[in-house]
């Protein structure tokens, strides 16, 4: 017993390391037969995809030149987009009034930034203030009088036109949605009745029918001898369409604010519209941000659909350019192009949203 | 003490101030607000209908339409009525919703799952398809399929082909169409008898099931029933159909079925679109099943298989059902774009071209609404009581 020796046992081999490069790759990649045959699937989709897009889009494009015989087959005529970018920014706006147009984004720019400052203390009033003044500024900015020359809307177009018909729209439709929401909610059943129907109507019924009806029923329904501009008639049509939407997120909002608050509400001797107006509604329209912005980007890619009515915004803008006869099969760069802003625009809110509504959430966790 | 009287209701100065009178006002003040713009149209819509020399009424219905249509699922030709038409476009319209929600499912839950992945490459995938195509308008992705991708493709005699039997050229993609032979009824009359037995034993192994806790080969039976009998039949009563592949004759493939490029560009633009969203609400789904449930799952000895049939995909089916049929009726009413391109559906027969011809605004624009209308209301109705149905009955 005495004399037996201890010896060692030879150390085991390290465990495969579980930092590094290395180590990431064969954990999220390779780490079982399955996961193998999933990358090599997503590798040959990457293969598939991205070479030829990138060769078409950049390596073999043009980019240079002024004319459709410039552009060498085989690769992108960048040179399309190049020379329209003109029309389809600012459609037939007279080109030396095209500044206003400028100026209106700039001034809009420049109003909202103090919006996004967390320093700035009166952001609900301030962004109240400029949803009142700011659409008048931008109307008489781009339409004229008032000593600027009358730009008429039929000469309106691009992806100026896209934003108008969607900014409008959303803005008409807060408040009409505020109210459709409230009425929703009514404990009175008339008014009850007819904001159900009103808003279940709207949201039964696609856009396009809407736009429809903006251009062959509205000319019926006003008194004869009232003739409404075409982009008019199709952003009220807007308007009341988006307001079903918007009352809808709004009135999810409503749901969110707890009972109390209500009880509260009344314990302090408030009565029904003071409590709505200085209880709930701020608190729940903080909530529903998110949910506005969400329903803007969809009105942004849908007010595609004035198309159908003739109007020439962003997409109707390019459609034409393509089939113009000094620029022939040139579809997929116009097409991709308008893609590519329709992106920008959508990508660039959605995250907004997205990060407003995670900073949004955590005060009303428990 | 003793006397503590109910609290009366609050004496009130006047009848302005008294909430009961004040609610009947406010409802009294919106009717006739309604009812009065509402009459306010009617008179203008009569005086410009009387101005216009438009009758109104629905008897336009059965005069004759006079226009072809490219794609009718039943019998259609010039001669027919307005009445037809409708039938035409609503059928056209409820074809491509059904091919796109049916391709979308398929794309959508896809990269849904895909999103969830632990393949890191394969959730980026996943998740570039899903950020592209939810920002790009719907009816972009339909110009881009109809005039950059199906419009260039060569001529019939140039098909880009597959297997010699799917055929794709710039009038469309054209398929093998089955024809039935001698043995088609009794087939279908046997695969009918197939589909009833399945349905007996599964109910059956079921029952058994919870009577006795024997496992009985559901799957096995099942699948041995739906090929055994119609295979049965064929032998017996011949061959039920064969398939007609289409041919190169002169300048035109002839035979087998015709997909226009319309319905094509429509079909893959919605699904393509829808299957974004769709993708978005099942990784929400799935997501929304705590984890606790995978490992209270395990510890009872479940396998990975049987934990996310038996667990997690009935917990997170109950959330993703809502906002997928949503989904589903944003596809039908997107469907409608299909007139920005001439796909034959509801608005651009009904809406487009019979409005023109007629000029009855009115009834077209209102029989066109009402449609979306009645399949979107059926639809939620159809989902109010399924959300009941499977609603948490908690204690």
Known sequence: ?366 | MQNVSKPSSPVRGSLLTDPQARSWLFQIVAVIAVVAFGWFLFTNTQANLANRGITSGFGFLNNTAGFGIPQHLIPYSEGDTYGRVFLVGLLNTLLVSVIGIFLATIIGFTVGVARLSNNWLLRKVATVYIETFRNIPPLLLIFFFYFAVLAPLPGPRQSLSLGEAFFVNNRGLYMPAPIADAGFLPGLIALLIAIVASVVVVRWARKRRHATGQRFPVLWTVLALLIGIPLLAALVFGRPLHWEVPELQGFNLRGGWVIIPELVSLALALSVYTAAFIGETVRGGIQAVSHGQTEAASSLGLRPGLTLRLVIIPQALRVIIPPLTNQYLNLMKNSSLGAAVGYPEMVALFAGTVLNQTGQAIETMAITMSVYLAISISISILMNWYNKRIALIER
């Open chain 1, 1 to 366: 017993m005495s004399n037996q020796t201890h010896t060692f046992k030879p150390d085991l081999p390290p465990p495969p390391s579980s930092v590094g490069v290395l180590a990431w790759i064969r954990g999220n990649l390779f780490s079982s037969i399955g996961n193998t045959l999933l990358t090599l699937f997503g590798l040959y989709l990457v293969w598939l995809i991205v070479p030829p897009v990138v060769n078409w889009a950049f390596i073999n494009a043009t980019w240079s030149g002024s004319t459709r015989a410039d552009c060498v087959p085989g690769g992108a005529c960048w040179v399309f987009i190049k020379e329209r970018f003109g029309q389809f920014m600012y459609g037939f706006y007279p080109g030396d009034q095209r500044w206003r147009v400028d100026l209106t984004v700039v001034i809009a720019v420049i109003g909202a930034i103090p919006l996004f400052l967390d320093s700035f203390k009166h952001k609900a009033r301030y962004g109240l203030a400029l949803l009142v003044i700011y659409p008048l500024v931008a109307f008489w900015l781009l339409y004229g009088g008032l000593g600027l020359r009358v730009v008429p809307s039929s000469e309106w177009g691009g992806l100026m036109l896209t934003v108008v018909i969607a900014a409008v729209g959303i803005v008409g439709a807060l408040p009409l949605g505020i109210l459709l929401a409230l009425g929703r909610r009514s404990k009175l059943p008339a008014i009850k009745v007819i904001c159900v129907t009103m808003i279940e109507f709207w949201r039964g019924i696609p856009l396009i029918t809407v736009l429809f009806l903006s251009s062959v029923m509205l000319p019926l329904f006003l008194p004869d001898g009232m003739n409404l501009d075409k982009l008019l008639r199709a952003i009220v049509m807007v308007i009341i369409f988006e307001a079903a939407y918007i009352a809808e997120v709004v009135r999810g909002g409503m749901q969110a604010i707890p009972k109390g608050q209500y009880e509260a509400a009344a314990a302090m001797g408030l009565g029904y519209w003071r409590t709505t107006g200085l209880v709930i509604l701020p608190q729940a329209l903080k909530l529903v941000i998110p949910g506005i912005v969400n329903t803007f980007i969809a009105l942004f890619k849908d007010s595609s659909l004035v198309v159908i009515i003739g109007l020439f915004d962003l997409l109707n803008s390019i459609k034409r350019a393509t089939s113009d006869p000094a620029w022939p099969g040139l579809s997929t760069e116009g097409y991709v192009f308008a893609a590519l802003v329709f992106w920008i625009f959508c990508f660039a809110m959605s995250s907004y949203s997205a990060r407003l509504e995670r900073k949004l959430n955590t005060g009303h966790k428990r």
